[in-house]
Structure formats: C-alpha cells, structure tokens
C-alpha cells in the first residue's frame, strides 16, 4: 500500500471548522482515498473515502487535489466528540488484500 | 444491527503464560480481521480470514501466536507463550466480503498486558 503522510496532530475549537490533511505523492490510479478515525479506548471507525471526486456524508467531506497526491478531511462543525486519531489510508480497489495499512495518524484535540 | 463483539476486554498475565481472545463478527461478514495496536502506534494487520480460510497471515508471530476462525463465524487469537511486548490492544474487525474497499467494523478491543 502507497504511504500517506500526516500531521501528528491538530488542535480546534468546539463547533469551528477543522481541515485535515494528508498528503499521498505515490498514489496509484486504483487507490481510493479513506478515512478512519479511534476515539479514546474504541476501535476504528470508518469516515469516509473517494477516489477523485469530492465527497459528503453525514460525518464529514472530504476533498481530493486534481492530481490525487494530496486530499483534506473536512469536519464542518467540531464537537468534543470528534476528538480521536484520524487515519488517512489508501487503499486499492483492484485487489482483494483489503487490509487497513494504518500510519500513526493525526490527533485532533477539540477545546471549549 | 449488533456490532463486533470482543472478550474480555481486559486481560492481565505474566510473562511466558497463555491468553486467548474471542471475537464474534457482524453475521454475514465473510472477513474477519485481526489486528495489534501497541501504545502509540496505529494498528497492525496480525492475520485475515475470508470464510474460515486464511489470506493473509505474513505478520503473525506464528511461533507464538495462532488463530482460528471455526465454521466462518467466531475466531479465537491465542499467544502462547507470552511476551513482555506483546503487551498491546488486540482489535477484531470484519467486513463483507473481501473487496479493497469494503468498509471494515471494528470491535472495542482486548487490553492485554503482560508483567
């Protein structure tokens, strides 16, 4: 899996925008682009992911450069809530290896 | 829809003992995943099951470390004999089928420590 490089971590206040970033120079055409992130003591949890176009969902957007080495997670309002490690990670949608290959991710502290 | 289920969630042992963690996936998810997270550190692939065969198992300590995944549903991970660095969270993930893009789910975890 190509790597990805992160912020080790962030700082926001409550109910700001927050944009994260990741940078993924070597990415193949078949990479998609996720986003996971690991709240205090649980398990990974799915955010979102793309492949070239930006994307929304109820969590979050995310935003992909044009040529694809570089994209941001956008949390629209911070809560407390969102406070955990993001993980930005490609993965190829042409193979059956579906393993998550996690860096060390980002941490986002959200303050009052 | 019920989650992954992992137990125990917390698990004290000395060192050179054995453990054995349970993970009960989301029912019809073919892939089961098992993976290490020491303090600090994202998580690690340890090994992967479609159905109850394995794909991928290239970081498991196997001199130590072995896992089962019975009749495609529940897996056991095991460590016998225990190490201080082995010392970690152990995550259960799974997903429905094996496709690079499948969402995976995660369970809460067991915390292992080894003394």
């Known amino acids: 899996d190509a790597k990805t490089t992160q912020p080790n971590s962030m700082e926001s206040n409550e109910e700001e925008p927050v944009h994260l970033p990741c940078n993924h120079s070597?990415?193949?055409?078949?990479?998609?682009i996720h986003w996971y992130r690991q709240l205090p003591s649980q398990g990974p949890e799915y955010v979102i992911h793309g492949l070239t176009s930006n994307v929304n969902n109820r969590m979050a957007s995310l935003a992909i450069a044009e040529d694809r080495k570089s994209s941001t997670l956008i949390l629209h309002r911070a809560t407390l809530r969102d406070a955990a490690v993001y993980y930005c990670i490609l993965r190829d949608r042409a193979g059956t290896a579906s393993k998550l290959t996690f860096g060390t991710g980002t941490r986002l502290q959200v303050t009052l | 829809e019920a989650g992954v289920a992992q137990s125990p969630r917390y698990k004290i042992i000395e060192k050179r003992q054995s453990v054995a963690f349970w993970c009960n996936p989301i029912s019809g998810h073919a892939t089961l995943y098992w993976y290490q997270q020491i303090l600090g550190q994202g998580p690690k692939l340890l090994i992967q099951f479609q159905n109850n065969g394995v794909v991928d198992d290239s970081q498991l300590p196997k001199d130590r470390f072995s896992a089962e995944r019975l009749k495609g549903v529940d897996s056991t991970l095991k460590i016998q004999p225990a190490k201080l660095e082995d010392s970690a969270v152990y995550l259960c993930?799974?997903?429905?089928?094996?496709?690079?893009?499948?969402?995976?789910?995660f369970g809460p975890g067991t915390r292992l420590t080894v003394l």
């Open positions: 993930a799974s997903s429905f089928r094996w496709v690079g893009t499948d969402t995976q789910y």
């Open positions: 070597t990415i193949s055409g078949t990479d998609y």
